[in-house]
C-alpha cells in the first residue's frame, strides 16, 4: 500500500508539528521583574523574616513582598501606620514562584488626595473675557481661550457690562453660577 504525496506531505508536516511542539520548554528562563503600587498595609522589619504587605490597587489582592533588613531598616524605619503608600520594583524568588523579593528600596510615602469643591446641581463656574451683553434679554458673550460661550445672567448685571463695552472697557466675568428656574437666568453665588 503506498501512499500518495499529499498524504506524505501530510504526515511529514504533522510529525515536524509535534516535534516543535514538545521541544520548547513551557517553563519561563528568567524570572519576572514587575512595578508595584498600593496602600501599605503592615510590615516587619526586622526578625528572620523581613517583609511589607500592600494592598494591590490593580488587582485588589494582598500581596507580600520580602526584603532584606537594611533595606527594610532604611524604607520604613520609623514610619507610623497610617496612610501610608509603597511603590517599587519586585522579582520572583525563581521562574515559577510566587513569592516576590525587593530589587532595590521600595519608596514609602503618605498620599495626599487634592479634590476640587463639589458643586451643587445646576451650579458651573464661568470665567472669561465678555465681548457683548444684550441688557433686554441679559444674554452675554464671553470669549475663553478663543471660543464664544453664552450665558443669561440678570438683565442689570448685563446693561452695566454692555456700559462699559461701549465705554471700550475690559469687562470680565469670573465665579460659580447658580441656575434660579424661577428668574430663568444664571445667579451668581
Keep these: 500500500m503506498s501512499l500518495t504525496r499529499s498524504k506524505q506531505f501530510f504526515l511529514i508536516c504533522r510529525f515536524l508539528w509535534l516535534f516543535v511542539l514538545f521541544s520548547t520548554s513551557l517553563t519561563p528562563k528568567e524570572r519576572k521583574v514587575i512595578r508595584y503600587s498600593g496602600n501599605l498595609l503592615a510590615w516587619e522589619s ?39 503608600y509603597v511603590e517599587g520594583k519586585a522579582t520572583q524568588l525563581t521562574p515559577t514562584s510566587d513569592e516576590w523579593i525587593c530589587v532595590g528600596r521600595p519608596h ?19 470665567e472669561g473675557q465678555v465681548i457683548e451683553a444684550d441688557p433686554q434679554t441679559g444674554q452675554i ?25 461701549s465705554e471700550l472697557k475690559s469687562v ?3 465665579g460659580d453660577y447658580r441656575y434660579d428656574r424661577i428668574k430663568r437666568y444664571y445667579v451668581k453665588d
Design 46 to 84: 526586622t526578625g528572620e523574616d523581613p517583609h511589607f504587605q500592600f494592598l494591590d490597587g490593580t488587582n485588589l489582592r494582598e500581596r507580600t513582598i520580602h526584603c532584606d533588613a537594611e533595606t527594610m531598616k532604611l524604607s520604613f524605619g520609623n514610619k507610623q501606620n497610617e496612610s501610608l
Design 108 to 126: 514609602v510615602f503618605q498620599k495626599y488626595q487634592v479634590s476640587a469643591p463639589k458643586r451643587t446641581a445646576q451650579t458651573k463656574w464661568v
Design 141 to 165: 458673550v464671553y470669549l475663553v481661550r478663543g471660543r464664544r460661550f453664552y450665558l443669561t445672567i440678570d438683565p442689570e448685571e448685563a446693561k452695566s457690562m454692555a456700559v462699559s463695552l
Design 172 to 174: 470680565s466675568i469670573q
